[in-house]
């Protein structure tokens, strides 16, 4: 909390963010490298917005340095968890699913689907960085793996002709994050 404090965020618009609004904050990350802090908060039901009785959820990007938010994401709700590089934030949802964003461009790279609805709670890596533990209120606790090349658990090499190669260097340098992260 005290870093939340110190970070001075201000809301979309410019203006800082009120310092009781931290008391609605439930998760905070901040990324390896420092440069970004995510928050999963549920704002007070005040009636101000004419909702009343429907509190409002969700998350957000903020860089440290500047204190301003990262609009071009578009998390929800849930836990947040950041790749060991910090290029990447892993958004478990409510609905049990886990996003991947790229946060220099906003584009989602991965949908992990196999949680049933509810909260997943704990979101880590193996040390391999390319397996994603999951643990939701399931009690279903999932291994992902990041790279798509371990379908059943089993690492094998991958040899490709120069076309083929010269094919996926196309789209890696695309502009869909999706396929280039497959």
């Not at 793996?145 to 340098?173: C, M, S």
Request: glycine letters at 10%; one cysteine or more; hydrophobic letters at 40%.
């Amino acid at each position: 909390r005290k870093r939340l404090s110190d970070a001075k965020l201000v809301d979309a618009l410019g203006k800082p963010i009120d310092l009781k609004w931290e008391n609605h904050v439930f998760a905070i990350r901040a990324s390896p490298d420092g440069r970004y802090l995510a928050l999963s908060y549920l704002l007070p039901d005040n009636g101000d917005d004419g909702k009343v009785g429907q509190r409002q959820s969700g998350a957000g990007l903020w860089d440290v340095a500047t204190g301003k938010p990262l609009t071009h994401l578009k998390l929800k709700r849930g836990t947040l968890r950041f790749s060991t590089d910090s290029r990447l934030i892993y958004n478990a949802t409510m609905e049990g699913a886990i996003e991947t964003w790229e946060i220099a461009t906003g584009q989602e790279r991965l949908n992990l689907q196999g949680h049933l609805p509810g909260e997943i709670g704990c979101l880590l890596f193996l040390p391999d960085r390319r397996t994603l533990v999951s643990g939701g209120a399931d009690t279903q606790v999932l291994l992902w793996d990041l790279t798509g090349r371990a379908p059943d658990g089993v690492w094998r090499a991958v040899k490709h002709t120069p076309e083929k190669q010269r094919a996926l260097w196309n789209v890696l340098a695309g502009a869909d994050a999706a396929p280039a992260h497959r």
